[in-house]
């Protein structure tokens, strides 16, 4: 009763009596998956066998030189997810470069508050310069004194 679970799906399984260390189970979706993860590993690991594969792929695009731009022609869908992603990580470059940029207004100068919001402002920790939609709020004390509300 030696059952071991699968790391990619949660099946227990029994390793093939002629693969004692078998640690994935049978199932080809997992064993898809295992292959992957070797390939990465190798990848990351070993420098002769990654250069194997630039050089195979290099061979490969140099065999179809127009395989990515009949691609994109025939797979409309999938070159308008591919410019939406391409502006997310334009927009990502470009705050990342906004990272300790302290060539900034003096907002101490200012009586506002100023309110950063949106999901990558964790990232503009220490920045002054930003681009925004700027969004002003002004008390409802100083609009009556002004004689701003009717």
Known sequence: MNDRRCPYCPQLFQPSRFHPQQFVCGRPDCQLQRRRD???RKIATDP???QVVRDSRRKWRDAHPDYQ???WQTHPEAA???RERQQQRDQKRRVRKLVKNNSALDLRCSAAQVWLVGPVVDVLVKNNLASSNLFIFQPLELAVAAGGVS
């Open 38 to 40: 070797y390939h990465r």
């Open 80 to 82: 308008q997810r591919n």
């Open 48 to 50: 002769e066998y990654a």
């Open 69 to 71: 731009k009949s691609y």
